[in-house]
């Protein structure tokens, strides 16, 4: 009788955690479509760990319970470097894929996200001398000094972090977001629509 009452509030309590967007591996098909392939089988973060930089990791309870076990980006761990990177051209997360979760994508049509910046954070902006982020970034343009603060240009960002990771401020300045990410659609029959 008294597990017939833990299950509504369990099934309360998980409804009331954040859950949320996040950033997804390269050539993740539409997240509708994504939740119904992904197995959580974990080979694609596996791959990402032993051909990649490990930026991988599994989805947990906080990003939502339908999300658990699917991968996401986390820049903190590492960049990914689908994109201008040890990756690009390669894609192990994707070639280890087997569900067709993810999808071969094309190096320029790679876009994982964009980065959010919180300049009260910005070391540059708190006045110190700082522009890691603009020199460690690879995509040409997505990050431009002026008067010796970084501007971010979210169209450039390819997603990939790397300023994330070597942001110097604590907190961290720079967020990765899945704004302006470029999913494909595909079908269950691997037609892109």
Not at 60 to 65: F, K, N, P, S, T
Not at 87 to 100: D, M
Not at 105 to 128: H, M, N, Q, T, Y
């Amino acid at each position: 009788m008294l597990g017939l009452l833990f299950i509504p509030l369990a099934g309360g309590f998980l409804s009331m955690l954040p859950g949320g967007r996040v950033v997804r591996p390269p050539g993740a098909v539409d997240e509708r479509l994504f939740l119904e392939l992904c197995t959580r089988c974990g080979i694609c973060v596996k791959a990402c760990s032993s051909e990649g930089r490990g930026t991988l990791e599994p989805c947990g309870l906080l990003d939502g319970v339908s999300m658990m076990g699917t991968p996401k980006v986390n820049p903190l761990r590492a960049p990914c470097e689908s994109r201008y990177g040890m990756c690009e051209g390669r894609l192990p997360c994707v070639r280890s894929c087997p569900t067709g979760a993810l999808r071969w994508i094309e190096p320029e049509e790679i876009k994982l996200g964009s980065v959010s910046w919180s300049p009260d954070r910005c070391i540059a902006v708190l006045g110190g001398e700082c522009l890691v982020c603009a020199e460690v970034c690879p995509a040409p343009g997505a990050i431009t000094p002026r008067n010796g603060i970084p501007v971010f240009h979210s169209n450039r960002c390819v997603g990939c972090g790397r300023c994330v990771y070597a942001c110097p401020a604590d907190p961290k300045a720079l967020n990765l977001m899945p704004e302006g990410e470029r999913r494909h659609h595909w079908d269950r029959a691997g037609f892109s629509r």
